[in-house]
């Protein structure tokens, strides 16, 4: 299984950018699938996620500013980021739960990919 993230690079504060995130492999089912973040010097934090069923949970930094969508016939991802600040200048990491056709259950991580917001 793997994960390839799309969408990184330099915007300015107050702009947008949208990240896209595609699961591949031997893929039985895909329990949630979402993004992470790490700045220098701090530990990675959830940015969004999206279950199967549709269900949303979002970092407080980024509410109202974010949506996490979901495409489960393509095992994707998708994260708009509106309103951008300098502080969401991070590594941004694509992550999913995934059960492959053997059953076996597996947290998987994508490579990441740099956000700068920055004038």
């Known amino acids: 299984v793997q994960l390839q993230a799309f969408g990184g690079g330099l915007v300015q504060p107050g702009g947008s950018l949208r990240l896209s995130c595609a699961a591949s492999?031997?893929?039985?089912?895909?329990?949630?699938m979402g993004w992470y973040r790490q700045a220098p010097g701090k530990e990675r934090e959830l940015v969004a996620a999206?279950?199967?069923?549709?269900?949303?949970n979002y970092g407080p930094p980024v509410k109202g500013r974010f949506a996490v969508s979901g495409d489960s016939a393509k095992n994707t991802v998708s994260l708009q980021m509106n309103n951008l600040k300098p502080d969401d200048t991070a590594v941004y990491y694509c992550?999913?739960?995934?059960?492959?056709?053997?059953?076996?259950?597996?947290?998987?991580w994508g490579p990441g990919t740099l956000v700068t917001v920055s004038s």
């Open positions: 492999g031997s893929i039985s089912s895909i329990a949630a």
């Open positions: 992550s999913a739960a995934i059960q492959s056709l053997s059953g076996r259950w597996t947290y998987n």
């Open positions: 999206i279950t199967s069923d549709g269900s949303t």
